[in-house]
């Protein structure tokens, strides 16, 4: 029949991002079948997501919508299902407040996605439904099965927290800590977070029903464990001492600023927007955005600036 | 009389965390509030940084449209500096920010706004072999079904309102909408080949692009430009024809003043003669563009102190209330009630956005092309110019933006030279200002910068376009361009204020731009 083909052809498809995840060993094709046909037979379930923005620009939600192969609701609506979401949900208004009350009173399993850091010097900076986004984070957080802090903003501070910034914003780990939660906490770092480091920490959490493998900052071991310049195309070059001066040059690009030696992420090994490109490849030093010290206020500079080593922090005057 | 008030926070499916506020008279808005609720103050954070950060850091401002801060402050620092990027440098940067502006475009029609029109559950009924609708339709069925506490979500709930009748055309726009999902990532590749990847795109540079154009990256830029020129000339029109038919009176609702600024955008590959035209229509007449016209008054934002008008650069520091000041502020009647500053042109309140850049372009008489588009969009559709002020004409201007950018991305794609680097060196200088204004698809967006006798950054100001449509009131106590929209909408049902959602998003506002 038609739609059994449909439907086959339509599961491939969903299974291409669990490959483009690096998921496979997770979930192979036949266990997808197999879950299609009888979810409880392979303790398959889909959780329940909400996914809060804090101080953000939204850029982590844009590039999750990136997921190849197949629409980012075929996805949600498979693997998980999405209570709420500010950019994608039709419930607006009051029936926003409602939602996540209810939920918080459920006492249901959920998984709590937080994008953009939390501003707990000033909590008026960031407002949703009459209350700081604190009150919110703080309500949702203590009640979810886990919390994932998908990029920068929220797994160290990023862009919020930089230096001469006067919100006082937190990471979700630090005002976890603060606030005395102990829900587990996955930080997907990356400014803005990869798509596929998001599919596969949920594929893992609907597989195993637990957290993946994760460092001492709380990153899943899968993608952080090598730093950009340990598997930079470039790598050669820096051993041969085959330094760049100028943009457009081959060689390495430390001496005009690159951070992949002080940063954590696989964004060299499989790229962005589906690998179509990476920075370095783009002949851009990487600018260090998935780092704990993103934004550095120097991130690219000439070969004749009077510049500091890169890593060294510029004093502000 | 009876009056009522009708607050909506959040308003979802837009950038950020926007609240509003109308009081409503007879049914119909008497008075309007608009407020930005989300402050980070990265724009005086940059004072002290390198300048060249501002390239990266002004885009993580907004993630939806970070390609407009990256060549806003290009320009600005190229400004200061005497330079301009060569032909290629030029092209690049355009075959990135052109790709850009078209998947916002898209964006913000299926993601965020078309859900205002179109009816989802007429996926019901659905009885062809389509995998996606398919899927949906056994999903939303099966979610209804369920003893979910929110079933179908994220689709429902939703206001109740006078969707889409027609069940084709639903369908076709349903299908649309989960299909454009795959060609905004496509878009965003398109972006990544030369920009390095997508959203944030690092590879713009003062000086041009450091990405090396090689036949590889631009034949498959080509191919997919073409997959995307497919999608937007039968799917997206369609849509956005069949919405424009089936809602005649959106082209009346959402009038605002009728104001429009815009900024020259998207040049050939001297960095001269733009795609579209800059300048202001006020009461229909159009003039050049005057930068010195711009200021700035927070009067009504949460900043200390009433700042009257105030010129970009005017002000080095903005103190932002506390929290109790905040809270004392929300109590008053007339308090302060947003995060966004109220910009101002020639002290006269602007609109800008697609519906600016299209009737500005027009009035200029500087492209052709877009008058005849024009012309026949409103002979098909039996509208005028001045209804470009108004829910739909935004949303047809958004359509106009992208067939015309996508027909200039095919021809600059072409005269990019393969192997030659678009992109050169300028040391830092310093004690100057620099000035860069281009279109973010939201509208007008001007970043000024000032460099110390070090060469760091010494001032920087960002205006935004969505500062100039959801800026509260200034000194004067003139509504912004969005309140101005909202006031005078009759509104069916206070507890399903669809009305006042679909004026606000046809907006587009970004919130976290606006505030910065
Ligand atoms: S370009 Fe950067 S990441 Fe690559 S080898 Fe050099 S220092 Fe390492
Ligand atoms: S190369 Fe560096 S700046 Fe680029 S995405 Fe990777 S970590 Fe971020």
């Known amino acids: 029949m038609t739609i059994t083909l449909d439907r086959r052809k339509f599961l491939q498809r969903i299974y291409q991002v669990v490959l483009a995840a690096g998921a496979a060993p997770l979930l192979s094709f036949e266990e997808l079948l197999a879950a299609e046909a009888n979810p409880s037979s392979v303790g398959w379930s889909r959780p329940d997501l909400v996914w809060l923005q804090g101080a953000s620009c939204s850029g982590c939600s844009t590039s999750f919508l990136n997921v190849e192969q197949i629409t980012i609701l075929d996805f949600l609506t498979y693997f998980s299902r999405v209570l709420y979401h500010p950019n994608l949900s039709s419930a607006t208004g009051t029936q926003v407040p409602q939602i996540l009350n209810k939920l918080a009173a459920a006492n249901k399993p959920y998984i709590l996605i937080l994008e953009g850091a939390i501003p707990v010097a000033m909590p008026h900076a960031c407002m949703m439904a009459h209350k700081p986004i604190s009150e919110w984070v703080n309500l949702l957080a203590a009640k979810a099965s886990a919390c994932i802090a998908v990029g920068t903003c929220a797994a160290s501070g990023g862009v919020a927290k930089m230096a001469g910034t006067l919100t006082g914003a937190a990471s979700l780990d630090d005002f976890l800590k603060q606030r005395g939660i102990k829900t587990p906490t996955v930080n997907l770092p990356a400014c803005p977070m990869h798509p596929e480091h998001l599919v596969y920490t949920l594929l893992h959490f609907i597989k195993s029903k637990g957290l993946p493998d994760l460092d001492d900052a709380r990153r899943p071991r899968q993608f952080f464990t090598h730093s950009v310049h340990e598997r930079c195309p470039r790598y050669p070059a820096f051993q041969a001492r085959d330094f760049a001066l100028r943009i457009g040059e081959e060689g390495c690009l430390l001496e005009l600023g690159c951070q992949g030696p002080v940063t954590y992420n696989d964004c060299v090994a499989s790229g962005y927007n589906g690998n179509t490109n990476n920075c370095v490849r783009a002949g851009h030093p990487c600018i260090g955005c998935a780092g704990e010290l993103f934004p550095r206020a120097r991130l690219y500079h000439t070969h004749d600036d009077p510049a500091p080593a890169p890593g060294v922090i510029v004093k502000r005057s | 009389m009876t009056a009522t008030k009708i607050t909506v926070d959040p308003l979802t499916r837009v950038e950020g965390h926007l609240k509003f506020e109308t009081r409503i008279e007879n049914g119909v808005v008497a008075s309007a509030r608009t407020s930005g609720m989300l402050f980070r103050g990265i724009e005086k954070a940059l004072i002290g940084y390198d300048p060249r950060t501002a390239l990266q850091l002004t885009q993580r401002v907004c993630g939806v449209c970070p390609y407009a801060h990256a060549e806003a402050a290009a320009l600005a620092l190229e400004n200061a500096m005497g330079i301009r990027p060569n ?15 078209v998947q916002d475009c898209l964006f913000h029609f299926y993601q965020l706004s078309a859900l205002d029109f179109i009816d989802v559950t007429a996926v019901l009924e659905y009885r ?389």
């Open chain 2, 87 to 101: 032909a290629n440098g030029q092209l690049l940067r355009n075959l990135i920010v052109g790709a850009y502006q």
């Open chain 2, 128 to 516: 062809g072999a389509d995998p996606g609708l398919t899927a949906m339709r056994d999903w939303v069925r099966a979610e209804t079904r369920s003893q979910r506490i929110f079933p179908a979500a994220p689709f429902l709930p939703r206001y109740k309102g006078d969707f889409l009748k027609d069940r084709e055309a639903n369908l076709s726009a349903v299908h649309n909408y989960l299909e454009s999902f795959t060609v905004m990532a496509s878009l965003h590749k398109m972006v990544a080949l030369f920009g390095g990847k997508s959203p944030h795109p690092v590879a713009i540079e003062a000086g041009g692009v450091t990405t090396r154009p090689t036949i590889n990256n631009l034949a498959q830029y080509r191919t997919l430009l073409n997959q995307v020129e497919r999608f937007v000339h039968s799917c997206y029109r369609e849509d956005i024809l069949a919405v424009a038919k089936a809602f005649p009176g959106y082209f009346k609702e959402g009038r605002g003043y009728g104001n429009f600024l815009s900024f020259p955008y998207f040049p050939d590959s001297s960095g001269k003669n733009h795609l579209f035209a800059g300048g202001a229509t006020i009461v229909g007449r159009h003039t050049a563009l005057d930068l010195n016209a711009i200021t700035e008054d927070h009067t009504y934002s949460y900043y200390k102190n009433k700042s009257g008008a105030v010129k970009p650069l005017g002000a080095n520091r903005l103190e932002p209330l506390d929290w109790q000041e905040f809270q004392r502020e929300e109590q008053l009647p007339d308090g302060k009630y947003s995060w966004s500053r109220a910009p101002r042109y020639g002290g006269k309140v602007m609109e800008t956005g697609a519906a600016a850049r299209v009737v500005n372009t027009y009035h200029s008489g500087r492209n052709p092309a877009l008058n005849r588009l024009v012309d026949q969009l409103n002979r098909d559709l039996g509208i005028g110019l001045k209804d470009y002020n108004s829910v739909l004409g935004r949303h047809l201007s958004r359509y106009i933006t992208v067939s015309l950018l996508l027909k200039r991305l095919k021809e600059q794609v072409e005269q990019v030279q393969p192997g030659v680097l678009g992109f050169s060196e300028k040391e830092m200088p310093r004690n100057v200002k620099g000035i860069g204004i281009t279109e973010a698809s939201r509208g007008a967006l001007g970043h000024w910068v000032e460099i110390d006798n070090k060469g760091l950054i010494k001032n920087y100001e960002m205006v935004m376009p969505t500062t100039w449509n959801m800026g509260p009131r200034d000194a004067t106590g003139q509504p912004g361009a969005v309140e101005q929209m909202l006031i005078g909408t009759r509104i069916a049902d206070p507890a399903n204020p669809l009305e006042l959602a679909r004026i606000v998003r046809s907006a587009d506002p970004c919130i976290a731009c606006s505030v910065h």
